[in-house]
């Protein structure tokens, strides 16, 4: 049964929706990068190493380190792996994927890439998170400043 003028689109909360907090444009705009293109290739783990590390595996069986490419950019590291498959072979069964990928994260402010590397199959890319000294400050209360 239908009750005649239904909207059928649902509405997308982001941040700016919530009047508590404010300034996190930036965050809704990484949230939406990062979910785009989400396929579960490769596969992953995040593991928390201890209270101020972190590290993220990847599994990229059959990617050299020549074929990965990683990059941090605004606070998102991304994972790219392209193969060169221009090689004289000639498959009977082809089951090991030969395609390319592109995995992202979004760092935390004051998290860190430390180093990466390429073991059995497997990339693993270290995290460190730097607490910042916390400050406190005192606003005074009286008239606007003037504008110059």
Known sequence: MSLGNEDKTMSRLTFASYPHLL???QLDRLLERTAKGVDGYPPYNIELVDESAYRITLAVAGFGEADLQITLQDGQLTVRGKQDDTGDRQ????GIAARQFQRSFVLAEHVEVVGANLENGLLH?????HEPESVVQTIAIGAPKAAE
């Open 23 to 25: 300034g996190f444009e």
């Open 91 to 94: 498959y009977l069964h082809r």
């Open 125 to 129: 890319i270290e995290l460190a998170r």
